[in-house]
């Protein structure tokens, strides 16, 4: 007996709409490509926001860590003059504020681009069960980061996205209560913090490289 023909095409559908609700993963391709604009663009990075504390746990220092880690991939790159941190400083001390406007600040200057980040979310799960009194499972760190990257000519936004890193590692234990706030140093879960916060920043910067 023959199969009905419409099973195929319904199949094929099927296939698409299983492919569509996959699993993504970024492309980290264009951290290796060439650079995508000459001459190099002026950028001006401000320092991260942290904002993890909403979603539990404040973790003390991942903004600084992640700001320090973008700066460096962009730097490395080859492919963008990086107006530096202690420059920026040095704008809103002469000017007599505490802080400017991110635009304002990067065109204070020079850049050409400004690049603004927030650090959403970054936790920590413990394992989560046991075997004859055996804790089995890893402990997981999590860090979600929000990059914008501002044309300050055009006022486009040129890059508005989400990365997010995530790092286990079973020989991990903790036997404490992390409370409201821990240090992105803290030796037990600071490592795995860190692989995860530079799995982040690895994908906008990405994102980055990938549009100018």
Do not use: H
């Given at each position: 007996?023959?199969?009905?023909?419409?099973?195929?095409?319904?199949?094929?559908?099927?296939?698409?709409?299983?492919?569509?609700?996959?699993?993504?993963?970024?492309?980290?391709?264009?951290?290796?490509?060439?650079?995508?604009?000459?001459?190099?663009?002026?950028?001006?990075?401000?320092?991260?926001e942290n904002t993890t504390g909403s979603s539990g746990t404040t973790v003390v220092g991942v903004e600084t860590?992640?700001?320090?880690?973008?700066?460096?991939?962009?730097?490395?790159?080859?492919?963008?003059?990086?107006?530096?941190?202690?420059?920026?400083?040095?704008?809103?001390?002469?000017?007599?504020?505490?802080?400017?406007?991110?635009?304002?600040?990067?065109?204070?200057?020079?850049?050409g681009f400004v690049v603004t980040d927030t650090v959403t979310r970054a936790t920590i799960a413990e394992p989560?069960?046991?075997?004859?009194?055996?804790?089995?499972?890893?402990?997981?760190?999590?860090?979600?980061?929000?990059?914008?990257?501002?044309?300050?000519?055009?006022?486009?936004?040129?890059?508005?996205?989400?990365?997010s890193g995530k790092a286990s590692n079973p020989n991990v234990r903790i036997n404490r209560v992390l409370g409201?706030?821990?240090?992105?140093?803290?030796?037990?879960?600071?490592?795995?913090?860190?692989?995860?916060?530079?799995?982040?920043?690895?994908?906008?910067?990405?994102?980055?490289?990938?549009?100018?």
């Amino acid at each position: 007996m023959s199969r009905p023909r419409y099973l195929l095409p319904v199949a094929l559908v099927m296939s698409v709409v299983l492919a569509a609700c996959g699993p993504t993963t970024t492309d980290l391709s264009a951290l290796s490509a060439p650079c995508a604009t000459t001459p190099m663009p002026v950028v001006a990075v401000i320092e991260f926001e942290n904002t993890t504390g909403s979603s539990g746990t404040t973790v003390v220092g991942v903004e600084t860590a992640a700001t320090a880690r973008l700066i460096t991939l962009l730097k490395e790159s080859g492919c963008y003059t990086i107006v530096e941190r202690s420059e920026l400083q040095g704008i809103i001390e002469r000017q007599g504020m505490e802080s400017l406007d991110p635009i304002e600040l990067a065109k204070a200057a020079g850049a050409g681009f400004v690049v603004t980040d927030t650090v959403t979310r970054a936790t920590i799960a413990e394992p989560g069960g046991s075997i004859f009194g055996v804790t089995v499972g890893a402990t997981t760190a999590e860090v979600e980061v929000d990059v914008r990257a501002t044309d300050i000519i055009t006022g486009i936004v040129e890059v508005s996205m989400t990365g997010s890193g995530k790092a286990s590692n079973p020989n991990v234990r903790i036997n404490r209560v992390l409370g409201t706030s821990i240090s992105y140093d803290d030796p037990t879960v600071g490592p795995l913090l860190a692989e995860a916060a530079n799995g982040a920043v690895n994908q906008v910067v990405a994102a980055i490289r990938s549009e100018f």
